[in-house]
């Protein structure tokens, strides 16, 4: 892949790095190139996974909901961040939290219930790194 100046070409150059274990691929919009997915996905059955995030998943090597279900969110956020050399968006991390818990669980939450979790988190984090620093000053 080569350096973009934005993410906007991001979705393209991820379909040259999938598995060829990968089933034969389809055009899911003729129109576009850019549809290129696996003909029978059952990762695309999930609730919150469209074929962008389904060509993320395969470049992170994830090609099964079983798979899936032994992911942490986080992990693979980093590892995305990681392979792709670019920030991703914070509600990337939320859709892979969302089918995380849908292939634990069977449970389909939008991937927005997940990003509440994940500012809660951050807030608690941030509360806590204040209150340590206001009792080493003290």
């Given at each position: 892949?080569?350096?973009?100046?934005?993410g906007a070409a991001l979705a393209c150059a991820t379909i040259?790095?999938?598995?060829?274990?990968?089933?034969?691929?389809?055009?899911?919009?003729?129109?576009?190139?850019?549809?290129?997915?696996?003909?029978?996905?059952?990762?695309?059955?999930?609730?919150?996974?469209?074929?962008?995030?389904?060509?993320?998943?395969?470049?992170?090597?994830?090609?099964?909901?079983?798979?899936?279900?032994?992911?942490?969110?986080?992990?693979?956020?980093?590892?995305?961040?990681?392979?792709?050399?670019?920030?991703?968006?914070?509600?990337v991390r939320d859709t892979f939290a969302a089918a995380i818990?849908?292939a634990r669980t069977g449970e389909a939450l939008p991937w927005?219930?997940?990003?509440?979790?994940?500012?809660?988190?951050?807030?608690?984090?941030?509360?806590?790194?204040?209150?340590?620093?206001?009792?080493?000053?003290?």
């Amino acid at each position: 892949m080569r350096s973009r100046e934005n993410g906007a070409a991001l979705a393209c150059a991820t379909i040259a790095v999938l598995p060829l274990s990968l089933p034969a691929m389809r055009m899911s919009n003729p129109s576009s190139a850019r549809a290129r997915v696996p003909a029978r996905d059952e990762l695309l059955v999930l609730r919150n996974i469209g074929p962008a995030m389904r060509r993320d998943f395969a470049l992170l090597g994830i090609g099964s909901v079983r798979r899936l279900a032994r992911c942490h969110p986080d992990r693979l956020y980093a590892k995305l961040e990681r392979l792709t050399g670019q920030r991703q968006d914070p509600c990337v991390r939320d859709t892979f939290a969302a089918a995380i818990h849908q292939a634990r669980t069977g449970e389909a939450l939008p991937w927005w219930h997940f990003s509440r979790i994940r500012k809660r988190a951050a807030q608690a984090a941030r509360d806590a790194q204040r209150a340590r620093g206001r009792a080493a000053r003290a």
